[in-house]
């Protein structure tokens, strides 16, 4: 059971962490969880490329050890790269120090302070800790990419019937996501391109310093 968008309550709820920009301009931010992987994360930048679009991918530590150029590659393209824990933790199966060692082990690989939780599920108590140290990115469209039980025109609906100025967006760049994300990605691209939109990364929440990361 998800939502493919989150309640403005549950955003003013929990206000550590980022849910949307406030963006002045007309500009959408797109994010991708869980690679980088060679079957789709190249796929995904070459798509990316041809809109002249940003983004921001949340990368599994383990993920940036096995494909080190993939993930040189997306940062060289001009996209931002957070942290999505070393394996894919849940926050809320996983004891706070375990946690909390995880997710440090992937920020220093990946190298940056944008940390967003797998399933988007963390403990009050690990919130309070994590919230020193590392921005923490939710989104407010969840294009659902993840789910066999909907099409991959149900997933580019989530993604347009949501979708407002400053929307944090997600999608995924795993095996279970890929006939979703090749199907949604370009025609989103093409859709908000014709309306005026630009596609930016996160990078301006890069801010902490790197020594925090320790």
Not at 195 to 203: A, E
Request: with cysteine; charged share 20%.
């Amino acid at each position: 059971m998800y939502l493919s968008y989150t309640p403005r309550f549950l955003q003013q709820l929990l206000p550590n962490m980022v849910w949307r920009t406030d963006a002045a301009n007309k500009e959408l931010f797109l994010t991708f969880d869980d690679g980088p992987i060679p079957e789709i994360t190249e796929w995904i930048l070459e798509t990316l490329k041809a809109y002249k679009a940003k983004a921001t991918f949340f990368c599994v530590g383990q993920n940036i050890e096995r494909h080190q150029t993939i993930f040189e590659q997306i940062k060289a393209e001009g996209h931002a790269v957070g942290s999505h824990t070393y394996n894919h933790l849940s926050g809320w199966a996983t004891e706070n120090v375990d946690y909390i060692l995880n997710v440090r082990k992937a920020a220093k690989l990946a190298g940056t302070n944008l940390f967003r939780p797998p399933y988007g599920r963390l403990k009050p108590s690990q919130t309070r800790f994590l919230k020193h140290h590392y921005r923490i990115i939710m989104w407010d469209v969840l294009s659902g990419d993840f789910d066999p039980s909907i099409s991959a025109e149900q997933c580019f609906q989530n993604v347009i019937r949501n979708t407002i100025n400053g929307s944090i967006i997600v999608f995924h760049d795993s095996l279970k996501s890929q006939e979703k994300v090749m199907y949604t990605l370009p025609k989103v691209l093409e859709h908000y391109t014709n309306l005026g939109y630009s596609f930016n990364s996160l990078d301006q929440f890069n801010r902490i310093p790197a020594t925090q990361l320790a």
